[in-house]
């Protein structure tokens, strides 16, 4: 049964840091991995989506890798702004269609 | 213009009470989801219909009942509700290529409390 853990738990960072989330799964065999935002009582925005065949995928200021053999993926923010506070989750395709969620990272950015 | 939608947003009831949620989705997706974030804000699939057709069933108590009229709906009853339903739900979609689902779009969520 596919497992996924995201750590830290919480982050806080000041404005204009770099920084990466971690996420990590227990069963390689993925179809895809995908990086979720999710604002306080809001929905969840798809932010990337990583096919198991691919090392990673940019959209603007995020870059997201997947190692399968290491069962990791991380999120890479640049130049993180207060706009990116949210709470991010990452899933994991580990049979057809269906997702296994993080319990995802709080992020703070401190302007 | 929204891509998928979901209604009620807030949904409060009585216990031992029947409700239904409704979703619908524009995207022209062919595979839908139904997902519980419970207060610990953890969010786990709970149902999933390709083409009307019912593929995934997770050990959810069989008070819930997901219906699927079409492929763009996907509406979940819940009977003789419990105080321990009372979570967010949110619905999702996605297009399938092979048995493989591609990224997935969820809607704003419905937030039901059972007191």
């Known amino acids: 049964k596919q497992e996924v853990t995201q750590i830290p738990a919480a982050l806080s960072v000041p404005e204009g840091e770099n920084l990466v989330l971690n996420c990590s799964f227990t069963?390689?065999?993925?179809?895809?991995l995908q990086w979720f935002r999710q604002d306080p009582g809001k929905g969840l925005t798809s932010l990337l989506l990583i096919q198991s065949s691919q090392r990673e995928q940019t959209s603007g200021r995020l870059n997201a890798s997947l190692d399968k053999s290491s069962g990791r993926s991380t999120l890479y923010i640049a130049a993180s702004q207060p706009g990116d506070s949210a709470t991010y989750l990452c899933?994991?395709?580990?049979?057809?269609?269906?997702?296994?969620f993080g319990s995802g990272t709080q992020l703070t950015v401190l302007p | 213009d929204t891509a998928v939608s979901q209604t009620p947003k807030y949904l409060v009831t009585q216990m031992g009470n029947d409700k239904s949620i409704k979703c619908e989705q524009n995207l022209g997706h062919d595979t839908m989801y139904w997902y519980k974030q419970d207060s610990k804000k953890f969010l786990k699939i709970m149902f999933s219909y390709n083409n009307k057709e019912l593929i995934i069933n997770e050990t959810v108590p069989n008070r819930f009942s997901p219906k699927s009229p079409d492929k763009a709906h996907l509406n979940l009853h819940i009977n003789s509700l419990e105080l321990g339903d009372s979570a967010v739900y949110f619905c999702?979609?996605?297009?399938?290529?092979?048995?493989?689902?591609?990224?997935?779009?969820f809607g704003p969520g419905t937030r039901l409390t059972v007191l």
């Open positions: 999702a979609s996605s297009q399938e290529r092979g048995v493989v689902a591609l990224e997935q779009f």
């Open positions: 899933a994991a395709s580990g049979s057809a269609r269906q997702l296994t």
């Open positions: 069963d390689s065999a993925i179809y895809n």
